[in-house]
């Protein structure tokens, strides 16, 4: 069965700091990767996607930069981070290139820049 | 501009009873939609969905509907049980790639014992 492990569950940091967040998939092979951002109580954001190694789409001008190193490793990153980037950020894959794949996602991680 | 909308932010209803989740969209290029469930401090998990080529999705408890006239479509949970208190979220995608998704700010459901 396919898992996909995200983390960490909690993060604190300043603003100005540097971020990395760093999402595996296990169980599959070629998935489509993505990163939603949840601000309090909205819905989901789509940040970026991914069809495959190195490819990035980005959906949303930010301060956010994501990449993808290898087949099941989906990282999200910034040089600076502002208040705003403050959140919830959920990565999720689906089958590449099934029609109509729903997603799986992580368990998240809730960002507080302070 | 939101083009996703779920009006009512939360509901409540008793175990037994039916529960009826509401979602609304603008884009007529929206051709798939689905509909996800939430626990806190988890990630949503996929519930039902349906395409726009159909008018109702049913699996189990849950029954989706879906009226493209009006641009509208619903979640039915019967009998609703206490397990399925949660956030349910409506999405929506354009072109068959589920996985770029618009979503809607959810409904906190409640269901009473």
């Known amino acids: 069965s396919q898992t996909i492990h995200q983390w960490p569950a909690t993060l604190v940091q300043p603003v100005g700091s540097p971020l990395s967040l760093e999402c595996t998939v296990e169980g599959t092979s070629n998935p489509n990767l993505y990163w939603y951002r949840q601000a309090a109580g909205r819905g989901l954001q789509l940040l970026f996607y991914?069809?495959?190694?190195?490819?990035i789409s980005s959906e949303v001008p930010q301060n956010l930069s994501a990449s993808r190193p290898q087949d099941r490793q989906f990282i999200l990153s910034s040089k600076k981070l502002l208040l705003s980037d403050s959140g919830f950020y959920l990565c999720?894959?689906?089958?590449?290139?099934?029609?109509?794949?729903?997603?799986?996602f992580g368990n998240g991680t809730r960002l507080t820049v302070t | 501009d939101q083009q996703v909308k779920q009006n009512s932010p939360s509901l409540s209803v008793q175990e037994g009873r039916i529960s009826i989740l509401n979602c609304d969209y603008t884009n007529s290029m929206f051709d798939y939609f689905l509909w996800y469930k939430k626990y806190p401090a988890e990630g949503p998990t996929f519930l039902i969905s349906?395409?726009?080529?159909?008018d109702k999705n049913e699996d189990g408890r849950f029954t989706v509907f879906l009226n493209k006239s009006a641009k509208h479509l619903s979640l039915h949970i019967v009998p609703s049980q206490p397990g399925d208190s949660a956030v349910y979220f409506c999405?929506?995608?354009?072109?068959?790639?589920?996985?770029?998704?618009?979503f809607g700010d959810g409904t906190t459901l409640t269901v009473k014992p």
């Open positions: 999405a929506a995608s354009a072109n068959t790639n589920a996985g770029k998704s618009t």
């Open positions: 349906i395409s726009s080529i159909k």
């Open positions: 999720a894959w689906n089958r590449h290139p099934r029609r109509n794949s729903p997603l799986h």
């Open positions: 991914s069809v495959g190694i190195g490819q």
